[in-house]
């Protein structure tokens, strides 16, 4: 399974992160990847999303090498078909989730917070039901992630990036509200954050 795992989530990047960046810069010559490095909120958050995928990479790879799975602390009591099937079911999902919602942002679409441009806001599609629907199928990946492998290696993950996640979505949308004023104050009354 580490395998398979490992080439969904190379999938999932290429798909949803690293094609829609191409594309906007192929297309608009927008440079998506915004990412800060320095000391501030978005810099610390955005160095722990970069550790947090590796540390995906990191602990596929390892299994995938022999390291064996009781090295990566397993949660037997969660373990069962059923569960294993929940998340991969939620693997797939998400990966559709997010690709549709990345098409859908068009030229908006970022990685992290761009300070020098005011890109429409968007508001219709999967924006018409979660007002973060990227965010929300990143954390259904990491979700079906744990479940499928569930050890405290992928547990540590799952809070991690939820953690982070939550982090985010707040510089985000105080960053929206500064940009987009009334336009986002009334987005943000009619569409809850998640579901």
Known sequence: MALELLIFFALFFMAAFFWP???????????????TYGDTAHGLVAKW????LIGIFVML????SGVPASATGPL???????????GLALLV????????A??????????????????????????????NPIFLGMRASLL??????????????LIAGEILIQVQVRLEEQHLSTVHDAEFRRYRASVRRWL
């Not at 999303?49 to 947090?52: D, H, I, K, V």
């Not at 790879?61 to 995938?64: D, G, P, R, S, V």
């Open 21 to 35: 960046t191409w594309r906007l810069w192929k297309r608009e010559r927008v440079k998506a990847l915004v990412l």
């Open 49 to 52: 999303f970069r550790a947090t």
């Open 61 to 64: 790879a390892a299994l995938l």
């Open 76 to 86: 037997q009591w969660i373990e069962g078909e059923i569960t294993r099937s929940t």
């Open 93 to 100: 999902v998400s990966l559709v989730w997010v690709i549709a």
């Open 102 to 131: 990345q098409a859908q942002m068009g030229s908006s679409w970022r990685i992290g917070i761009d300070g020098g441009t005011r890109p429409p806001l968007v508001t219709t599609g999967l924006f018409a039901i979660s007002r």
């Open 144 to 157: 079906g992630l744990f479940l499928v492998l569930p050890n405290a290696y992928s547990l540590a993950i």
